[in-house]
Structures are given as structure tokens and as C-alpha cells.
């Protein structure tokens, strides 16, 4: 059982039956040393995100999730394509809402963890560092500090982030799939 201390971002927790995984927390303490959580929580089955103050006594359970090797193969409509990774004709899909963010740096072939809870795979977890090329990225301009050094750039997965300055089209970068975040660039 998890205390309401315990939900840190990251805990697979049960409330209300559902699977959830906490987005965020903040700890405030009350007078006399009483302490509240409140916690920003997604729902692993529906993908909604919840926010709550969870007081001193309350209890959760925490969620059974089994990881299993799945691959990445297609996205159609708003709709992700998967399939177990030792059996490619044993497929299923996942919508947007379940897997939240890192939809953004799937990419297809991709071997990822689907996460099971009572037979059923709920959602992905992707490593927390990949590396993904860059599509497009504008030139940096050496005098221009207005933007703290960074740049936008595409990668091949469409997402747009922030990287510095030196970074140019074709490079491989490695980022941070939790935060969507640049990290290094790789060089070959």
C-alpha cells in the first residue's frame, strides 16, 4: 500500500479501480504538521488526466502492471499500430490519449514496453533517452542570444523542439523521451 506521501511522479498507483501513473506532485504541509499531495495523475486506460489533493491516512493501492517487448509499426487516423514483439500477428492499437506524450518520438520498429494491467495493454513506456535525427533546423545565428542560445528543430518524428545552436539538419541527437528535452548530440 502507498501513503499519499509516496505518489511521486513516475508511481503506478490504483484509485477508483483504474490504473493510474502520477504527471506531477507538490507536497504542502498544513498547520500543525499535517501534510497534503497534490497530485496531477493520468489514466492508463482512457488516457484522462485528473488532478487531486490527497490528505494524510489515505492509502492506494499499488497498479500490477507486467511489461512486455512490443514494436511500434504504424500510426493511421490517430490510432497507434503495435504488435508483440515475438509474435508480429498478435497486434493491437492505442490511441493518443493513452499514451500520452511520448507519442511524439515513436518512431516505427521501434521496440518499446506495452504495459499490461489485468490481461490488457494499457499503454507504452518508452526508453528514457533515444536518439532521433533532425529534419530541420533553421541556421543559428551567432549574435542572436534573444532565445537563450536554442533553436527550434524538427525532428523526424515531427516533433519540434528546442536544441542549441550547433545543431544542423541530419544530425543525430539523443533526447530525453520524459521530458522531451535535448540532451547531446552523437557523433559518428
Known amino acids: 500500500m502507498l501513503s499519499h506521501v509516496e505518489l511521486k511522479k513516475g508511481v503506478y498507483f490504483v484509485y477508483e479501480g483504474m490504473p493510474y501513473i502520477i504527471l506531477d506532485n507538490s507536497l504542502m504541509y498544513k498547520g500543525r504538521g499535517s501534510s497534503v499531495m497534490q497530485a496531477k495523475f493520468r489514466n492508463l486506460k482512457t488516457g484522462s488526466v485528473l488532478s487531486r489533493a490527497f490528505h494524510t491516512g489515505e492509502t492506494f493501492a499499488e497498479a500490477d502492471l507486467e511489461k512486455l517487448q512490443v514494436k511500434f509499426i504504424y500510426e493511421s487516423k490517430g490510432k497507434y499500430i503495435f504488435s508483440e514483439a515475438e509474435n508480429p500477428a498478435k497486434r493491437f492499437e492505442l490511441k493518443k490519449e493513452q499514451i500520452g506524450v511520448q507519442v511524439e518520438f515513436l518512431i516505427p520498429n521501434t521496440i518499446v514496453d506495452g504495459l499490461y494491467f489485468n490481461g490488457e495493454i494499457l499503454t507504452i513506456a518508452l526508453p528514457v533517452k533515444m536518439n532521433l535525427m533532425v529534419k530541420e533546423a533553421p541556421p543559428g ?43 547531446r548530440r552523437i557523433q559518428e
Do not use: C, S
Open 141 to 183: 545565428i551567432k549574435g542572436d542570444r534573444a532565445t537563450g542560445g536554442t533553436k527550434t528543430a524538427i525532428l523526424e518524428t515531427g516533433a519540434e523542439i528546442q536544441v542549441p545552436l550547433f545543431v544542423e539538419t541530419d544530425d543525430i541527437i539523443e533526447i530525453n523521451t520524459e521530458t522531451g528535452e535535448y540532451v
